[in-house]
């Protein structure tokens, strides 16, 4: 069973940087495109970023696209998203879930898939 375990979120300042981990199971990610996604309080679930399987290309959503950085490690079945430059609109719960297609990612077109993590909390605050 497929399983993602988001990890690295906490409290940050504004202007600070935070590096979230997504950890999973039960698939052999050298195959899939993975996204993150974050839901702010009160606010829908929205994909900022995503990688694919093949050649590593990543997009961006314009939120924060000069500030996110998404990477991977299929060895250690793990993908990365190093965060610069936060701002108290970034305070939002991170997840991270596989992608329908890597044609999807590289249009834009988020489409994560489940089952959900848990996701990881993160909060810029003074």
């Known amino acids: 069973q497929v399983q993602f375990v988001e990890s690295g979120g906490g409290l940050v300042q504004p202007g600070g940087s935070l590096r979230l981990s997504c950890a999973a199971s039960?698939?052999?990610?050298?195959?899939?495109?993975i996204g993150w996604f974050r839901q702010p309080p009160g606010k829908d679930r929205d994909g900022i970023s995503c990688?694919?399987?093949?050649?590593?290309?990543?997009n961006y959503a314009d939120s924060v696209k000069g500030r996110f950085t998404i990477s991977r490690d299929n060895a250690k079945s793990t993908v990365y998203l190093q965060m610069n430059d936060l701002t108290p609109e970034d305070t939002a719960t991170y997840y991270c879930?596989?992608?329908?297609?890597?044609?999807?990612?590289?249009?834009?077109?988020?489409?994560?898939?489940?089952?959900w993590g848990k996701g990881t909390l993160v909060t810029v605050s003074p």
């Open positions: 879930a596989t992608i329908y297609t890597e044609h999807l990612c590289t249009n834009g077109d988020y489409y994560g898939m489940g089952p």
């Open positions: 039960g698939v052999i990610l050298d195959y899939y495109t």
């Open positions: 990688i694919t399987s093949k050649d590593g290309t990543t």
